[in-house]
């Protein structure tokens, strides 16, 4: 953890370091003539190399991470997820909450636009669904558009999905994902190299990215221009060898001309359902493939008072906005029971704050 917050010092040269000294504590109980001896380290950077520098913000972390029950994942472990640790660039240092395996035998990344159209946002549903049966891990970005919608629909059909953050765990960004995240954690996690107090800064997105590329079997971009973080992950992707693959779109849209783009270059392979996944990656379905519907889905009163407004209504989408006024509910919540209702199967939610029944 000390490392990690050492200036000019990134996870290529801490593992240079950590090699030569033997661990990460003789590190900094070498000498600076020691360390200044140690290749790409020399003398400049073996000068920053100072615990005290930085002992009263560990104190801080370990505190942190003990009270929020965080796991801190060193390289060296072996719960640090398997697939990252393939690559020099890979965090020493994963902050993790959660509840599954980071060494799943599957898992699928899923990225795409803040602003996703009608397609997409059915389009990500139904891929979500049907890679149930296959049994992986979901990995997203928890942010707008695609990325939510992945995260909301993995834990809808029982999923384990892994939100990769670029943040610190005291946090959440967008803070309207917080009744999903609390979700996730039951069943999956989230995930992320940024210490607590870390704000969710510009360039701490790229960095985010390498992660869910490196973290997965198989990235999915579901709509996504030609520039943007979809891109950089499914290049990123390209270049750790993961299988990529590509929603297509119209050749006009501009929502999904980086998918096609991708098609077309040969940098992801042209996706219309779970089963094209499966074909190339040689994926069996799970034996008992079986789905356990209810019933009986059990609903509150303020949750039976919205649905039947919904059945009553004679418009079947209803923005957040009209449900507040028309129900004289706060819009708090109301945003947490629509959310409980979305995982229950009975609504679905639309691109403008909108709601539909299912």
């Given at each position: ?173 967008p803070a309207t994902n917080r009744d999903l995240a609390s979700k ?160 229950k199967g009975m609504i679905k939610s639309l691109p403008g704050k ?5």
């Open positions: 953890m000390a490392l990690t917050r050492l200036n000019g010092i990134g996870p290529i040269l801490s593992r240079q370091l950590i090699s030569y000294c033997g661990s990460a504590e003789e590190v900094f109980k070498s000498s600076l003539s020691a360390l200044s001896k140690i290749p790409q380290i020399g003398t400049q950077k073996a000068r920053l190399v100072k615990y005290d520098d930085v002992a009263e913000e560990i104190d801080k972390e370990l505190e942190f991470a003990e009270n929020k029950r965080v796991s801190v994942l060193t390289y060296l472990d072996e719960a640090y997820p398997r697939r990252l640790n393939n690559y020099e660039d890979a965090p020493i240092i994963l902050y993790y909450k959660g509840t599954v395996d980071l060494n799943a035998l599957r898992t699928v990344a899923i990225v795409g636009t803040r602003k996703p159209t009608d397609y997409g946002i059915l389009s990500c549903e139904k891929i979500v669904e049907q890679l149930g049966k296959y049994d992986p891990i979901i990995v997203s970005g928890m942010a707008y558009g695609v990325d939510s919608t992945a995260h909301r629909s993995s834990v809808r059909n029982n999923i384990p999905t892994i939100g990769v953050l670029g943040h610190g765990l005291d946090r959440l960004y996730m954690i039951e069943n999956g996690g989230l995930l992320t190299e940024f210490p607590s107090g870390t704000n969710p800064d510009r360039e701490n997105f790229p960095m985010r990215n390498r992660i869910i590329a490196a973290l997965s079997d198989v990235v999915i971009v579901i709509e996504s221009k030609r520039k943007g973080g979809s891109m950089i992950t499914a290049n990123l992707a390209n270049g750790y060898f993961k299988d990529v693959f590509a929603l297509p779109g119209r050749i006009n849209d501009d929502n999904s001309s980086g998918c096609n783009l991708l098609i077309k270059s040969h940098k992801a392979s042209l996706l219309e359902s779970a089963e094209d996944i499966a074909y190339i990656m040689r994926w069996e379905e799970r034996k008992d493939t079986k789905k356990q519907h209810e019933l009986f889905i059990e609903l509150d009163e303020s949750e039976t008072r919205i649905i039947d407004h919904f059945r009553s209504s004679q418009e079947k989408e209803i923005t957040i906005d009209k449900l507040h006024y028309q129900l004289q509910l706060p819009v708090s919540q109301l945003s947490g029971l629509l959310l409980g209702l979305e995982f909108k709601y539909v029944l299912t």
